[in-house]
């Protein structure tokens, strides 16, 4: 898999709507069999590089490659990669059936191999005995389903997911993303997937492209991309961060420059405890706390200036949140745990 | 305090009521004067004219059907039942290239340019324009002096030497009439079909291509069948106004008679009212066949 060549790839790729540079010389690669996840707000030009890849648009300078062949110019069906949309974009007026056999149809494949390979298909997304509705018929959990099976049923080399699960709400969410991964396992094909939601990205990816202003903030996996962010964007975008920088970098790391300090690495203690080894400690007061359930988020002022937030996690019995307001606390935190940024 | 406070508050604890209120105009308006007319239509339709008296018989008779199906009424049928069909397929053709160019490629202004350029012939009187078209397409006409200058005198005679639908000029010709059918109603095609077209979400398009249909297959597998409504609508506004106007083919073609005509004669000169009636029923009962036909054929699946 590593001498292959990479299953999609961006050389230089601009893209420009009037004034707006929705992406920017970019250069990337996606590597055969990953779930690669372009992770970043909106109109920072995740979208745009998914339709760069399908065809839907044209660099207007740079070249788009799939499997090592350029295919820049190539209009979207004659690649070889399927995608699935945002709303599903299932046709109205077909069956479930129909819509899964489209791409079948089209290629005039025979009417017995396409009845055997939808129905396949549709038992591989357990709407087996969903054929014969239409999409109008069928809750929001099904329709993404039937658009999963709409595309891989022409086994594309590479699949496009743009924000697929972004209609449904929050507990289908979590659940279609396991299916999603385990279908990607199972059938093997390369996935490029965009979101916004970094959980999303964190919890299904091979590994994550951070976009912003149609730039390529940072690449990695998603402990890479979480454990050491390189960028203050990155460090804010994927999670939650403190930013140290100048003074405040000085006194409480030591060290000069900007870094990040993510809230779980900071522990917090009654007021005049003292720190494991190799830990720093500073005393401070609760500004704020917020009660999230699993785990309580604390934002507290240090003695001398900087504020930071902290989280803890609720296991025994949790600190009431709400009376934690003013209460006084020992932050301390492993100075490793700061990573530096680029800029 | 708002001053119509206590009115909304009112109708929102009688909600019945204030639909009555709402709905009971309008309802009326289409009960009494669509429907009423209608009715009175139909009934009339099957009365019958004494021959000798002159005086409309209200008995029930199927003899103005009867009449209908004389050799001379047949072929006004025919006529203009023919004619709103050649009308109606070519509007059709002529209108889902323009229409699908406003709604997929047009850029917004020239969208709007060709939508004003769609509408603005309906600001100017009817009237006015049917006229217009006589004096294009009279023999010393601008068309035939255009036709002449381009040397195709030939081809112009040798169409209007067709049976049937030639004639004297194109003006005194069934062609004449039908170019001027297609003029005037052509908007009321490209209309409804640019609104069906608007609804057809652009992601279905990007989808299709993305499966492997080629731009024509696309058209044919998704465009279009989500098109029909659209096409069914505008094709009931042109077939049903060729079938009802008489202003047209008697201004322009030969003396021959269409539905409007008769019905106008029958119920002016000759005082043949259910006669009239009958006629038209015919319209009526052709675009019920035509609806129930497109229902069978699935062109509303995408409603």
Same mark, same amino acid.
């Given at each position: ?17 009037? +004034?707006?540079?929705? &992406?920017?010389?970019? %250069?990337?690669?996606?590597?055969? #069999? ?8 909106? #109109?920072?030009?995740? !979208?745009?590089?998914?339709? @760069? ?20 110019? &190539? ?18 007026? @077909? ?35 969903? #054929? ?34 972004? +209609? ?37 990816? %091979? ?32 999670? !939650? ?25 900071? &522990? ?27 785990? !309580? ?22 600190? %009431? ?12 935190? %492993? ?9 | ?14 909600? *019945? ?15 009494? =004067? ?7 239509? /139909? ?12 005086? =409309?018989?209200?008995?029930?008779? /199927? ?10 009424? *047949? ?11 050649? $009308? ?102 490209? /209309? ?6 608007? *609804? ?21 597998? $998704? ?39 008769? $019905? ?31 229902? *069978? ?5 995408? /409603?």
């Amino acid at each position: 898999m590593t001498n292959a060549a990479p299953a999609a790839a961006f050389e230089q790729a601009t893209r420009r709507y009037g +004034a707006v540079l929705a &992406v920017d010389h970019l %250069d990337l690669e996606i590597r055969d #069999g990953e779930f690669f996840t372009f992770l970043g707000p909106s #109109g920072s030009g995740k !979208t745009t590089c998914l339709r @760069l890849l399908a065809g839907f648009e044209q660099p207007d300078a740079g070249r788009v490659l799939l499997a090592g062949v350029d295919v820049t110019g &190539v209009p979207p069906y004659q690649r070889d990669v399927n995608t699935v949309f945002q709303d599903y974009a299932l046709f109205p007026h @077909l069956s479930v059936e129909e819509n899964v056999g489209y791409g079948l149809m089209i290629r005039r494949v025979p009417v017995d191999e396409r009845k055997r390979r939808v129905a396949e298909a549709l038992d591989r997304v357990r709407l087996g005995s969903y #054929g014969a509705r239409k999409p109008s018929q069928l809750s929001g959990g099904q329709r993404q389903r039937v658009a999963m099976a709409r595309a891989l049923i022409n086994r594309p080399r590479l699949l496009l997911l743009d924000e697929p699960l972004g +209609a449904l709400d929050l507990k289908l969410r979590q659940e279609l993303q396991v299916e999603l991964k385990q279908l990607q396992r199972e059938v093997g094909i390369t996935f490029a997937y965009v979101t916004h939601d970094q959980e999303e990205a964190l919890s299904m990816s %091979d590994r994550i492209a951070v976009f912003r202003e149609g730039r390529v903030e940072q690449v990695g996996t998603p402990s890479a991309v979480y454990e050491h962010p390189a960028t203050e964007f990155v460090a804010g975008f994927v999670g !939650t961060s403190n930013i140290l920088r100048g003074e405040a970098a000085e006194r409480l790391l030591g060290r000069q420059g900007a870094y990040a300090l993510r809230p779980e690495k900071i &522990v917090l203690g009654e007021a005049g405890a003292a720190p494991p080894p190799g830990q720093r400690a500073f005393p401070g007061r609760v500004v704020h706390a917020v009660y999230l359930g699993l785990s !309580t988020r604390y934002l507290v002022a240090i003695d001398g200036g900087t504020t930071l937030s902290a989280v803890e996690q609720n296991a025994g019995s949790a600190r %009431d949140a709400e009376d934690a307001a003013g209460r006084a606390v020992t932050a301390m935190f %492993d100075p490793a745990h700061a990573r530096p940024l680029a800029r | 305090m708002h001053a119509l406070r206590p009115a909304a508050d009112w109708f929102q604890r009688h909600p *019945r009521l204030a639909l009555a209120l709402l709905l009971g105009l309008p309802l009326g308006w289409m009960v009494v =004067v669509y429907l009423g007319s209608l009715g009175a239509l /139909l009934v009339q339709s099957f009365w019958s004219l004494d021959d000798y008296t002159g005086q =409309v018989v209200r008995s029930f008779s /199927l003899g103005s059907y009867a009449q209908l199906f004389s050799p001379a009424n *047949r072929d006004i049928v025919l006529r203009s039942a023919g004619m709103a069909t050649a $009308v109606t397929l070519a509007a059709a053709v002529l209108a889902f290239p323009l229409a699908y160019y406003m709604t997929f490629r047009a850029s917004r202004r020239a969208r709007l340019l060709l939508y004003l350029a769609v509408v603005i012939p309906l600001w100017s009187s009817y009237l006015v324009r049917v006229y217009a078209w006589k004096l294009i397409l009279a023999k010393e006409g601008v068309l035939s002096w255009f036709v002449a200058h381009l040397g195709l005198d030939g081809a112009l005679q040798a169409v209007l030497g067709l049976p049937g639908i030639g004639g004297p000029s194109l003006s005194l010709s069934s062609i004449g009439i039908f170019l001027a059918f297609l003029y005037v109603w052509l908007p009321f095609m490209i /209309l409804p079909l640019q609104a069906a077209l608007e *609804r057809v979400p652009r992601n279905l398009l990007d989808a299709s291509s993305d499966l492997g249909a080629a731009p024509g297959q696309t058209f044919r597998r $998704v465009v279009l069948p989500l098109a029909l409504p659209g096409v069914v609508a505008g094709s009931i506004f042109t077939f049903s106004l060729t079938l009802g106007d008489f202003v047209v083919p008697s201004v322009l073609g030969n003396s021959s008679y269409f539905i409007g005509q008769a $019905v106008l004669v029958h119920q002016g000169t000759s005082g043949n009212l259910p006669l009239a009636a009958a006629f038209t029923v015919v319209p009526m009962l052709i675009m019920g066949v035509y609806l129930i036909v497109a229902r *069978r054929m699935g062109a509303f699946n995408a /409603l």
